[in-house]
Structures are given as C-alpha cells and as structure tokens.
C-alpha cells in the first residue's frame, strides 16, 4: 500500500493504496483513530467523536467499499487493514505521533493487529464490543475456498 503525497489533516479523502478513502479529522489534543465494524461507515461515531473532540484529534475513516470511500482493488487481509490505519495517519499528517487506536466489532482485530505491528505508533488500544476468536484455526487457501463456493453455487442453481 502507499500512499498519495501532499494530503493534509484538513483532507476529506486521501489515496491510500491507490484507493480514495474518506475521512474525517475532528478537534484538537491526542490523537485518536476509530475503526467502525463490519458494514459500518465514519458516521457511525457521530455520538462518540461529539464527546472526544473536545479533548483528542479524532481521526476515522471508511474503509474501501464502506461509506464514502472507493471500492477495494482486492481482499482484505488483517495485515493490510493495521497497514491501513498507519497510512491513514499518515496521510492526514499524524504519522508521527503515537495515538489511541479504537476498534468496534471486525475493527477490533484490525486495531489489536496495528498495536503489535505497529507498537511505537501506539499509545492505547480500546476494543468496543470487539470480536473474538476463542479457537483459531487454519482457513484453507483462497482457492479452495473460491472453488470450493463455486461447487456451492453450481449445487444450489441446478
């Protein structure tokens, strides 16, 4: 993933990865990025950001195909979603600081990945109604699972 140059906190879309994201930076202080859930936009936090911004940068963005922000060029990965959130912070010209990262929902593995990945560039972690995975397991290639979904839906047409 990269990242497009001369983007500024003010910006309300930034390429990251060569894909338009929206986000928003509110008020002043700390900073502190909000990653929505599965199928949730920026908006989302309206509630949330009301109360930090009186005392934090708040900084939240749409992931590709959610909200405002461009279609994804490919799948996710959990990797990819922490790199996401450093770029984003970057992009917006807070890629030095250490921030509070909050993840909700599917958002909590993408922010627990950005701390280990990313340790120095964390100052907290907060998970809200975070999901879990309490027996982790080996998830066949992409492959199998592409042809494997193919089979399903050839059984399921006929």
Known sequence: MGVSPGASAAASFVRVGGVAHHVDVAGGGPVCVLSAGLGLAWCEWDPVV???????????????????????????????EAERIRLVLDAVGLGGEAVTVVGHSLAGFHA????RLFPRRTAGLVLVDSSVEEAA????????RVRAARAGGAVLGA
């Open 112 to 115: 627990e990945a950005f701390a």
């Open 50 to 80: 009301a109360l930090l911004a009186r005392s934090r940068t708040v900084v939240r963005f749409d992931r590709p195909g959610l909200g405002l922000s461009a279609p994804a060029r490919g799948a996710p990965t959990l990797v990819g």
């Open 137 to 144: 397991r080996v998830v066949p290639g992409r492959g199998v």
